[in-house]
């Protein structure tokens, strides 16, 4: 789990290694970046407030 992923590089690096990896951020805009700079990673995009994630 990559919480506030900024741009998501970690994320899609884990998930490209062959890694189930979640993102959780508030942000919509850092989300939809995110995705559009790693459109082949298999990452779960979640807009969430950490503070209400269930872990």
Same mark, same amino acid.
């Given at each position: ?5 900024? *741009? ?6 884990? /998930? ?5 990896? !979640?993102?959780?951020? *508030?942000?919509?805009?850092? *989300? =939809? %970046?995110? %995705? /559009?700079?790693?459109?082949?990673? /298999?990452? %779960?995009?979640? =807009?969430? !407030?950490? =503070? !209400? /994630? =269930? *872990?």
């Amino acid at each position: 789990m990559d919480m506030g992923c900024g *741009l998501g590089d970690l994320a899609a690096h884990l /998930a490209l290694a062959g890694y189930a990896v !979640d993102v959780v951020d *508030l942000s919509a805009a850092a *989300l =939809e %970046r995110a %995705r /559009a700079a790693h459109p082949d990673a /298999a990452v %779960r995009w979640l =807009e969430v !407030d950490i =503070e !209400d /994630a =269930e *872990l």
